[in-house]
């Protein structure tokens, strides 16, 4: 599967901003979906996740309560709602995908990343 991530850009704090997540190639319905993300000088960390079937989520508890995983499996299309952002969630956003929901497992396909720049 091939994932493409959008929806990434430059917002002032308590903004909200959703990320996108195209996968092509398979159907999203095979795949447990994650979001991670890496700030600057720090290791890429685990954000939020779905299982296939949409039934399970889970949440860093940095954005538990701002930040919601969801898609649309018309469009195989995975999606990153992010409400209330603050500075310190500045990185650059991937989408991944792997075939078991283990949240912050190894995921086997990533996309390529979108910018989300919060400015306080």
């Known amino acids: 599967v091939q994932l493409v991530e959008s929806g990434g850009g430059s917002v002032q704090a308590g903004d909200s901003l959703t990320l996108s997540c195209v996968a092509s190639?398979?159907?999203?319905?095979?795949?447990?979906m994650g979001w991670f993300r890496q700030a600057p000088g720090k290791e890429r960390e685990f954000v939020a996740s779905?299982?296939?079937?949409?039934?399970?989520?889970a949440y860093a508890d940095s954005v538990n309560g701002r930040f919601t995983i969801f898609q649309n499996y018309a469009n195989n299309t995975n999606y990153l709602q992010m409400t209330r952002l603050k500075s310190e969630d500045t990185a650059v956003y991937y989408c991944?995908?792997?075939?078991?929901?283990?949240?912050?497992?190894?995921?086997?396909?990533w996309g390529q990343g979108t910018q989300v720049t919060v400015s306080s």
């Open positions: 991944a995908a792997r075939s078991v929901f283990r949240p912050q497992g190894t995921y086997d396909y």
């Open positions: 190639g398979h159907s999203l319905s095979s795949y447990a």
């Open positions: 779905l299982s296939w079937d949409g039934g399970r989520t």
